[in-house]
T-cell receptor
Framework: AQSVTQPDIHITVSEGASLELRCNYS??????LFWYVQSPGQGLQLLLK????DTLVQGIKGFEAEFKRSQSSFNLRKPSVHWSDAAEYFC????????????WGAGTKLIIKP | EPEVTQTPSHQVTQMGQEVILRCVPI?????FYWYRQILGQKVEFLVS????????KSEIFDDQFSVERPDGSNFTLKIRSTKLEDSAMYFC????????????FGPGTRLTVT
């Protein structure tokens, strides 16, 4: 069965510092991979996605993520965080075939220090 | 930018009562989904819906749950007889045909069962 692991429950980063949020997945083939962000009181917003091709994908709000098949990882990065990036970040996997559901990680809460 | 909307934002109900959560997907999307997130837990897939029928459902989606597209714009989730454990945030999502994993989410309905 597919699964997604986000090993960090929360991460604290100083404003202006770089960020990397970890995501590992378990799936036999190449999955469809996603990062979503949930700001307090808001819904889930798609940051970026990977389906195939270039393993480094760019998303909104200055985020990028890199798919590494050998490590079964899809880590999210941002070179310089802003206070407005404080939110919860979710990695998700779409499994292919006729399976339309997304499988979700537990989320990583990002805290920004001034 | 088109968005998925959900009403109400917060619903409080007594155990055993029926609730209907409403969603208006993005107008040209053809696939619709419900997910839930119990406080402090992962987002969980409930059901996907296409062409006026359920495409897939999880084991959570038992006989107490039903979905309907009563007209050309609304998509509803009904819980027939609510239980305490149904308390959660319920998210509706929609996607274009051919991009079924690029799901766009609404802001959610927080359901509290007392």
């Amino acid at each position: 069965a597919q699964s997604v692991t986000q090993p960090d429950i929360h991460i604290t980063v100083s404003e202006g510092a770089s960020l990397e949020l970890r995501c590992n997945y378990s799936y036999g083939a190449t999955p469809y991979l996603f990062w979503y962000v949930q700001s307090p009181g808001q819904g889930l917003q798609l940051l970026l996605k990977y389906f195939s091709g270039d393993t480094l994908v760019q998303g909104i709000k200055g985020f990028e993520a890199e798919f590494k098949r050998s490590q079964s990882s899809f880590n999210l990065r941002k070179p310089s965080v802003h206070w407005s990036d404080a939110a919860e970040y979710f990695c998700a996997v779409g499994a292919g075939d006729s399976n339309y559901q997304l499988i979700w990680g537990a989320g990583t809460k990002l805290i920004i220090k001034p | 930018e088109p968005e998925v909307t959900q009403t109400p934002s917060h619903q409080v109900t007594q155990m055993g009562q029926e609730v209907i959560l409403r969603c208006v997907p993005i107008s040209n999307h053809l696939y619709f989904y419900w997910y839930r997130q119990i406080l402090g837990q992962k987002v969980e897939f409930l059901v996907s819906f296409y062409n006026n029928e359920i495409s897939e459902k999880s084991e959570i989606f038992d006989d107490q749950f039903s979905v309907e597209r009563p007209d050309g714009s609304n998509f509803t989730l009904k819980i027939r007889s609510t239980k305490l454990e149904d308390s959660a945030m319920y998210f509706c999502a929609s996607s274009l045909q051919g991009a079924i994993y690029e799901q766009y989410f609404g802001p959610g309905t927080r359901l509290t069962v007392t």
